[in-house]
Nanobody
Framework: QVQVVESGGSLVQAGGSLRLSCTVSGSIFSRTNMGWYRQAPGNQRELVATIGIGIYGSTNYGDSVKGRFTISRDNAKNTVYLQMNSLKSEDTAVYYC??????????????WGQGTQVTVSP
């Protein structure tokens, strides 16, 4: 049973910072690729950031967040983070966490969290 749970979304003023967290249960976390995606009303879900397996997992960022957001993972806590700095109004969206890799029963998983709302006021 794989579970993905996001937390940390809130209202923040433009220029401020926020850190989102995502915890995963039921997966072999070190063999699970993690990602953050976001979706604003009326828009498609878009890539925010991804991080590969293991402690040295490579990272990838969407163009709109490069230089402002940082994704990281703590394998001991089965947690991935998204540090968001210099927030803009256009960052307002529901942020979703994705886990893609191996479950504890060695089956392939592709699981999503329920999302956490980030609202950036002008």
């Amino acid at each position: 049973q794989v579970q993905v749970v996001e937390s940390g979304g809130s209202l923040v003023q433009a220029g401020g910072s926020l850190r989102l967290s995502c915890t995963v249960s039921g997966s072999i976390f070190s063999r699970t690729n993690m990602g953050w995606y976001r979706q604003a009303p009326g828009n498609q879900r878009e890539l925010v950031a991804t991080i590969g397996i293991g402690i040295y997992g490579s990272t990838n960022y969407g163009d709109s967040v490069k230089g402002r957001f940082t994704i990281s993972r703590d394998n001991a806590k089965n947690t991935v983070y998204l540090q968001m700095n210099s927030l803009k109004s256009e960052d307002t969206a529901v942020y979703y966490c994705n886990a893609k890799g191996l479950s504890v029963t060695y089956s392939m998983i592709d699981s999503w969290g329920q999302g956490t709302q980030v609202t950036v006021s002008p």
